[in-house]
């Protein structure tokens, strides 16, 4: 795990536009950390995205209910409260990766709208909220309502209604998935897990 410090509030969130950062650790007692949530609320979405965890003394502790931060520490800090604190943050940081990362594939995807004739593509890359997949000439994409594929090295299909979210010239198409099973989507997130933590 890397960690960056910064002292000055506004390189600070610079760096946050700019970076893909895991998570945030404020002190709040340095000149400053109020004008810096202030402006990390207004410029970016990582506020409701990243767990923040911030450091306050206590009489600071306005300041620190204040932030919105998930999880806070008051001075001096326990080593004990310190780890069960970041191990909190992990479990955080972990659901929030897994939530978003894509699995490069080269699988066979069906997909059918209603009783038209199916019509089939590649799939490309797969998360938990969507895939993408390669498509021939002529597709319509705008007429796929079901997505049907193999889950690679498992007995189990993937069978779920899909939006379709973007296309391009170049046969590329984005899609969500609309509504799949509970026990689909579980089988699909923890196979998604296991692509992640073995490479």
């Known amino acids: 795990m890397d960690v960056a ?15 893909k950062v895991d ?4 002190d709040c007692d ?26 306050g003394n206590r009489q600071g502790r ?4 204040e932030s919105g931060a998930m999880f806070s520490f008051e001075k001096p800090i326990s080593v004990e409260q310190a780890v069960h604190t970041l191990s909190a943050a992990r479990n955080m ?13 080269d699988v066979p995807v069906m997909f059918g709208a209603g009783g038209k004739k199916k019509t089939s593509g590649k799939l490309v890359n797969l998360s938990q909220g969507g895939l993408q997949v390669h498509v021939d000439e002529g597709f319509d994409p705008k007429e796929a309502s079901r ?35 509970a026990q689909m989507k579980q089988t699909l997130r923890i196979w998604l897990a296991q692509q992640y933590f073995g490479n």
């Open 147 to 181: 997505v049907h594929f193999a889950l690679p090295g498992t007995k189990c299909a993937i069978n779920a209604d899909i939006e379709v979210a973007w296309s391009d010239n170049l046969g590329n198409v984005g899609i969500r998935f609309a509504k799949m099973p």
């Open 23 to 26: 998570a945030l650790i404020v």
């Open 62 to 65: 306005r300041g620190v209910e």
């Open 5 to 19: 410090v910064e002292s000055n509030p506004q390189r600070a969130l610079a760096h946050l536009t700019k970076s």
């Open 93 to 105: 940081i972990l659901d929030g990766r897994l939530r978003y990362h894509r699995a490069g594939l």
């Open 30 to 55: 340095l000149n400053g950390s109020g004008q810096f949530f202030r402006d990390l609320h207004r410029e970016t979405s990582r506020a409701n995205t990243v767990p923040l965890v911030i450091m």
